[in-house]
């Protein structure tokens, strides 16, 4: 119940393509649904988030959608650029002690090749 | 202003050693986390700290890993009898407590036990 689930584990793009990274949950307590960006050596830096009462947010070249019937959410980079070539990772917020602690996904390592 | 700062950034120590990880949060954000990311892995919450108390231990893998904050400020983290399985990257993220609810991570230490 306090999973959440990340796909693909790594993703492939040509330069001005769209990427699409897949998350999915169960547990329907979650109130708060972040997107995470690291380089190689650096702490996660906060990219894009989203509550369950909204369907979509989009901030630049990047988008989440938001599908709760479903319970699954995804990231959408547009116009992929060399430089967003890192490790993505989805997380949830909340749950049954609401903490605020997040629960992450596996991350998916994008390449973005030129 | 100054963003989540850890140290020391790497820390290589033999196994049955003591390590100390210190975090200092940004200023003014009362709610602290620890995260571990082993290897290729997503991260692992460790624990939650609301001002200098801790409500949510339960990331904690075992009794050798004990952590305390003071001042509402700096934490730290101490491992006993580090074991190689310890190994990882071990990240500080710090928030507000009443929202919004984004947490910024600290650059990580990285721990190699020998």
């Known amino acids: 119940q306090q999973q959440v689930k990340q796909s693909p584990q790594s993703l492939i793009v040509q330069k001005g393509g769209i990427s699409i990274i897949n998350c999915a949950y169960e547990?329907?307590?979650?109130?708060?649904f972040p997107w995470y960006q690291q380089f190689p050596g650096k702490g996660p830096a906060l990219l894009i988030a989203?509550?369950?009462?909204?369907s979509e947010k989009k901030e630049g070249r990047f988008t989440i959608s938001f599908n709760k019937s479903a319970k699954q959410f995804s990231l959408h980079i547009m116009d992929s650029q060399p430089g967003d070539s890192a490790t993505y990772f989805c997380a949830a917020r909340g749950g049954s002690s609401n903490t605020g602690k997040l629960i992450f996904g596996q991350g998916t390592t994008l390449q973005v090749k030129p | 202003g100054a963003g989540v700062s850890q140290s020391p950034s790497n820390k290589v120590t033999e196994k049955g050693k003591d390590v100390e990880l210190r975090c200092d949060p940004i200023s003014g954000h009362t709610a602290l986390y620890w995260y571990r990311q082993s290897l290729g892995q997503g991260l692992e919450f460790l624990i939650y700290?609301?001002?200098?108390?801790?409500?949510?231990k339960s990331g904690l893998p075992s009794d050798r890993f004990s952590a305390e904050r003071t001042g509402g400020s700096v934490s730290t983290l101490t491992i006993q009898r580090t074991q190689q399985e310890d190994s990882a990257v071990y990240l500080c993220?710090?928030?507000?407590?009443?929202?919004?609810?984004?947490?910024?991570f600290g650059p990580g230490t990285r721990l190699t036990v020998t």
């Open positions: 993220a710090s928030s507000l407590v009443d929202g919004p609810y984004e947490q910024y």
């Open positions: 989203i509550r369950p009462d909204v």
């Open positions: 547990n329907t307590a979650f109130d708060y």
């Open positions: 700290f609301q001002g200098n108390s801790a409500p949510d």
